[in-house]
């Protein structure tokens, strides 16, 4: 059993910036894959930058070039740095990781509101 716990949502207006951090605990051996996913009220989730434990990252078309991934492997931390925020990244952020097991859990989500 994994546990996800996300963090650093809140409210930005347009233009701002916010950091997302995800912490795993539980009874875990090894991570291969860490990553964030979004998914707004009536619509798919939506990949948003993922990161594997040897750093390779793949970033969404719509965040690409804004948002930055980063992990500490040592500590099971995955973080999302959100740049240029704009109110179409307005939803719920879902923290991911798929474990050496092939195992995928997922967080409670974190709401991220863009509005002035």
């Not at 809140?10 to 990553?35: E, H, N, Y």
């Not at 939506?46 to 991934?69: C, H, P, Q, W």
């Amino acid at each position: 059993q994994v546990t996800l716990v996300e963090s650093g949502g809140g409210l930005v207006q347009p233009g701002g910036s916010l950091r997302l951090s995800c912490a795993a605990s539980g009874s875990i051996f090894s991570i291969k894959v860490m990553g964030w996913y979004r998914q707004a009220p009536g619509k798919q989730r939506e990949l948003v930058a993922i990161i594997t434990s040897g750093g390779t990252t793949n970033y969404g078309d719509s965040v690409k070039g804004r948002f930055t991934i980063s992990r500490d492997n040592a500590k099971n931390t995955v973080s999302l740095q959100m740049n240029s925020l704009k109110p179409e990244d307005t939803t719920v952020y879902l923290c991911t990781c798929t474990t050496d097991d092939w195992r995928v859990y997922w967080g409670q989500g974190t709401q991220v509101t863009v509005s002035s």
